[in-house]
Each structure stands twice: as C-alpha cells, then as structure tokens.
C-alpha cells in the first residue's frame, strides 16, 4: 500500500509543478511509509522528490525501525548522537534531484527541521504540503474505512459500560480515568485525544478538560471520545442527563440539536458542498433561535488524525466524494447553563452517506 502512495504522491507532486515532499514524524509520514517514527529532540526528515527513490534522513536508532517496515526502495542517511544532523542532512539534500520548489508541512514542521532544510536548500521556494496530501488522505480506500469501523466499534463499546458505571458524585476526572480503561479494556489500540468528559454549565466548553467537579444529579454530562485502529480514528460525543429526569429546557435544547445533527448527515452525499452539512445542520439550529449559542463548525475530516480535511464549515466549497469521512456534530453551549453536542462520524458513499457511528441520539439517563 504505501508504494503505491509513493506514486500517487509523485504523479500530485507533477501535477502542481513540487520538486519535492519534505515530511516529519506523524501522521503523513506514517502514511507513506507504514512505520510509526518518533518525533523527538533528534530531526527526522522523509524525501519524497517528484521523480526518483524517497530519501530518508534519521537518527541511527530508528534506522532498523524503518528499514522493517519499508515496502519500497529508499535511500537512508543516519547520524549518530555522537556526529548530530547536519552532515547527514547534507548527504541527503544534496541526493535530492535539483529543487526549485519544495512542499513542507506548515501546520506541523518545527522550525528545527525547517532551519536544516532552509540551510541546504536556501534558494528554493518553500510551498504548504497540506494540499498535496489531503489530496491523497481525503478518500479513504475499503482498508482504510474497515480500520475506522473498528475504531468506531471501540469507542461506542466503551462509551456504552460508561453508561452503567456513571454515578452521581463521581468528578469528571474520575469518569474520564474510567473511560480510558474502558477504551483499552474494549480492544483500542490508543486514544485518539484524551476523553472530554464536562458537567453541568461546564459542559458549554467545546473544547474544555476533565476537572475536579463533582457530577451532580439532574445535571449534564457530556462525553466526546474516540479510540484508533492502525492508526485510524473514531470520534463521537454523546450528551446524558445524570440520574434524573431532564428539565424541560434541557429536552428542549437537546431535540432541536439531535435535529441539528440528522440535517447536517442528510445534507451529505456525493458532490455536494462541504458547505451544504454545515448550512442544513446551522439552520435548523438558528430558526430554534440558538444561532448565537452554536460558534463552531459542523464538522472535522477524520482519518489518520482526529482533525483533518476536509472541513464542515460555511465557505468550503469543496464537493463530497465516496470515501470521505467527517464528523457532524452541532451543539448549542449556554455558559450558565451547559452544552449539548452530538457527534456522529460519516462516510460518504457512491449513492449517499452512512453514519459509521451508531450509538443511540435519543437523550439518556445515566446513572
């Protein structure tokens, strides 16, 4: 498989006149070797030139690790701790085919491999690698989606023995420690972020972490989490009602968001607009009158990475294609109150979409 990534990287990297792919250790340079390399204090650098081998320039004790799990010829140049980088990478650029224009990761490379580079190559035009390879990572082959169906299969494992184990009294941290265990206990190979695990007007933070709040009664209780299988991920957010029966306003908000999130994955299907997912599922929200109360985007490309193209957001015109797979997932967040937030991972297929996620969007008690 990554060789024939390797190709389709040289024919994409032609196609928008690169010379060459300069990657470092994560999720791109996982899929295009299949080896998980360490990104750490010693630079690692994967070559990808337009025409001609990869070239690899690492540390001496990874060079086994990646020779194991290589599937296609490559040429390698190592340092010792002892040496340092600079001569290795030397070795390696000056290897390269002659470069003009070189496409490296701006949302991820350090300027620690940024100034080796600029200090070989000084002269060459340094161009965002982010298209090129969402180019290759947007559709996910049949490999690809079965590894997300077991990552999904995890996740809603593990969320559904938290259903039963959830106590009043219990602090979000606690939960959350649960919750991991569960992860690893239902098969997950790793997680995909840590659990958020939020309560009561605390669950109005999208993006908040586990505290020492203890989870009361009646309250709120959001939980987002996902699980990886070969590197792929899941990611899902269930919102409950802890041991009592919801207020009418929390039902209230949760109908109009569970609404919310059934728009947005039947506005999904081949060629329609990213766009399209985040205006069905925004304006069923907005006429509820919460349109203030809902501040982010529909939905994240998932994959290799929990956040990734292409992206559920107003402005993105970028047409749906079989094998994309994405989140959907509205929310209405009221600081004094709490959020609700729904979170479905979706595949586009040839005729439509399915939701990989399955656990059940009707508001639950717990606990």
Known sequence: MPQNRIQRLQAELRRREIDCLAVIPGPNLFYLTGVDLHLMERPTVGFVPAEGKPMFALPLLEVNKLQEGLTYEADIVSYSDDDGPQAAFRAAMA????????????LKMRLLEFKLLRQHIPTAEYVPAEPVMSALRAC???DEVTQMRRAVAVAEQALEQMTTAVRPGMTEQEIANRLV???FQAGGGALSFQPIVLSGPRSALPHGVPSSRVVQEGEILLMDLGATSAGYVSDITRTFVVGGEPSPRLRGIY????????????????GAACQAVDRAAREVIVDAGYGEQFFHRTGHGIGLEEHEEPYMVEGNTQPLAPGMTFTVEPGIYFPDFGGVRIEDDVLITADGAESLTTFDRALRRVG
């Not at 290897?95 to 701006?106: C, M, N």
């Not at 109908?255 to 081949?270: H, Y």
């Open 255 to 270: 109908e109009v968001v569970r609404a919310a999130n059934a728009a947005g994955c039947a506005a999904a299907k081949p």
């Open 181 to 183: 265990i569960e992860l």
């Open 95 to 106: 290897a390269l085919p002659e470069v003009h224009r070189i496409a490296v990761e701006d």
């Open 140 to 142: 996910k082959t049949a």
